[in-house]
């Protein structure tokens, strides 16, 4: 079950399409419409195994997705106008450049045709597409997007691994099971501004170690690039198993100012946005709840068509306290471009700074079919028919002892009355003279003389 995990796991992706985008090159407030989703199925397998001297285990797991059109609002096939992600990207990127480099990059995004926004179809935009703009960026700004070839969101979903993580095994210390140990070598990462941001805490966000209390759980995720806690909201059952949910504290995605030990996140915005250039080519991409969802109200007015809701858009996680397992889970994510006028380069326009969500993507599971069977029948069902058991045995057990108590007075009661001593004949002490045995056939002193 831990090498191959038997869950089914879903990919499902929202894009937002811009439906103004003249107006929004004119100052105008994006208007969004909502997408999707596009659902994926989601293979999940570990490969280059090691074990450890030191009671860890490391390796790498694949992810592998396929389209799933029963499933899906729509194909792959599907246009959408969408913000031209690397060109404006690359002019937030460029702002404080000299203005002879903006200038000749203008130069040459007119030579290449390119606009702010762009109409391309799911797939294209999912898995990648052709554009010189990025042969040119490599020539007027070197190593400003460490990269070539295709451009595509979810490029380094499918068919890459995670990076090689390193986890306990618990053979000497149950509690510290599945705790990572190291991610691609590291102990931390390096790119946040504080020790505590860079932690690598609890596990890989597959499993906990058993006997969970209902406080809060912990993951690193590198699709995050950081660490994550959630908090424990309520108890419940899933298809009959009792479970603890984990949802995300609002301070998730707080800025430092309103919650300090986010400050190593930052240079921060507005709260509910978390800023991952850092680990993310410096691009200047967000990561926020879907619709933002739990962030600050500025966000959602800033664009029309969003509609926040913790039943949509809040993640939760189920997990079976005993075990450490999830039964069911909905991790759910929305990647956001900052996007403004840049000084020197014409094809920004007019655009007022604006954090605009590009697209929204949940991966969700649950144990099904004949695993949430043997799972409840061993640890639900089972133990539920050995407490009853034991209430059996227990009446049982209370007439066996009513009856025994009654016998053993039966029986002390006959004792007494046929103890020693007849009614009429007094015993009386021997005296030092009288023998102790006496032959009751032989006649007395006193018979003998009379």
């Known amino acids: ?138 020539v007027i700004a070197p190593g400003l997007i460490p990269f070539k070839g295709k451009f595509g969101l979810f490029m380094d979903f499918n068919n890459t691994n995670s990076g090689l993580f390193t986890v306990n095994t618990g053979m000497k210390d149950i509690t510290q099971v599945h705790m990572v140990d190291s991610w691609n070598g590291l102990k931390k990462v390096n790119y946040w501004r504080s020790n505590q941001c860079n932690m690598i805490n609890g596990t890989s966000g597959e499993m906990w170690p058993p006997f969970m209390s209902p406080t809060s759980v912990e993951f690193y995720s590198p699709d995050a690039c950081r660490s994550m806690t959630l908090v424990y909201e309520q108890s419940g059952k899933f298809q009959g198993v009792p479970t603890y949910r984990f949802v995300a504290p609002k301070t998730l995605f707080a800025n430092g100012t309103d919650y300090p030990p986010n400050e190593g996140f930052c240079p921060c915005m507005q709260s509910g946005i978390q800023n991952v250039s850092t680990c993310r080519l410096n691009a200047p991409m967000f990561i926020s709840h879907p619709h933002f969802y739990n962030a600050d109200p500025s966000l959602v007015d800033a664009v029309e068509g969003l509609h926040p809701s913790k039943e949509q858009h809040g993640l939760f996680l189920d997990v079976h306290p005993m075990t450490g397992i999830p039964m069911n889970c909905s991790i759910k994510l929305q990647l956001n471009l900052y996007i403004k006028h840049v000084d020197g ?92 045995l006496q032959d009751t056939d032989t006649p007395s002193r006193d018979g003998a003389e009379s």
């Open 345 to 436: 380069i014409r094809q920004t326009g007019d655009i007022k700074p604006v954090v605009l969500p590009l697209v929204w993507f949940a991966e969700s599971g649950s144990i099904e079919g004949s695993v949430l069977k043997q799972f409840y029948t061993n640890l639900v069902l089972l133990p539920s028919v050995l407490d009853y058991v034991q209430y059996i045995f227990l009446g049982l057990s209370v007439p066996l002892i009513l009856s025994a108590a009654v016998l053993m007075a039966i029986t002390q009661r006959s004792a007494g009355e046929k103890s020693p001593g007849a009614p009429g004949r007094q015993n009386k002490p021997p005296s030092e003279t009288t023998p102790l």
């Open 1 to 138: 079950m831990w090498k191959d995990i038997p869950v089914p796991f879903y990919l499902s992706v929202h894009f937002f399409e811009v439906l103004n985008p003249k107006e929004v090159l004119q100052g105008a407030k994006p208007a969004l419409s909502q997408r999707g989703p596009y659902v994926y199925r989601e293979y999940r397998n570990k490969t280059n195994i090691t074990f450890h001297d030191n009671d860890t285990v490391s390796y790498l797991e694949y992810r592998r997705l396929f389209f799933q059109p029963h499933l899906s609002n729509g194909t792959e096939d599907e246009y959408i106008v969408v913000p031209n992600i690397l060109m404006l990207g690359a002019a937030v990127m460029m702002e404080n450049l000299p203005d002879f480099v903006k200038s000749l990059m203008s130069t040459a995004l007119t030579l290449l045709k390119q606009q702010a926004f762009m109409n391309r179809t799911v797939g294209e935009i999912m898995w990648g597409y052709e554009d010189p703009l990025i042969n040119a960026i490599n």
